[in-house]
Nanobody, 121 residues
């Protein structure tokens, strides 16, 4: 079992930056690929970024490529999502997830409670 707690969301103006954090506890954190997903009102949950546990290979959705950086600190059991040049369309609840090597949300068994990111124009 893995417990995930996100933090770092908030209200930011367009063009601004945020760093989201996801603190993990429970089973071996380093054994999991970690992903970030987001869900805007009335839309399906969508993949944002992921990082593998072994090699640290990263993957990004086209919508955030070049504006986002995912990283992990295994010593702190924490994964981060740095977002830059934020746009109003980035407004969503951002979720941290663990336990899958896929970018498909339903394949992840472990989820955090989410953190709200609101980007004003």
């Amino acid at each position: 079992q893995v417990q995930l707690v996100e933090s770092g969301g908030g209200l930011v103006q367009a063009g601004g930056s945020l760093r989201l954090s996801c603190a993990a506890s429970g089973r071996t954190f380093t054994a999991y690929t970690m992903g970030w997903f987001r869900q805007a009102p009335g839309k399906e949950r969508e993949f944002v970024a992921a990082i593998t546990w072994r090699s640290g290979t990263t993957y990004y959705a086209d919508s955030v490529k070049g504006r986002a950086t995912i990283s992990r600190d295994n010593a702190k059991n924490t994964v981060y999502l740095q977002m830059r040049s934020l746009k109003p369309e980035d407004t969503a609840i951002y979720y941290c997830a663990a336990g899958s090597d896929s970018i498909v949300a339903k394949t992840y068994p472990y989820w955090g409670q989410g953190t709200q990111v609101t980007v004003s124009s």
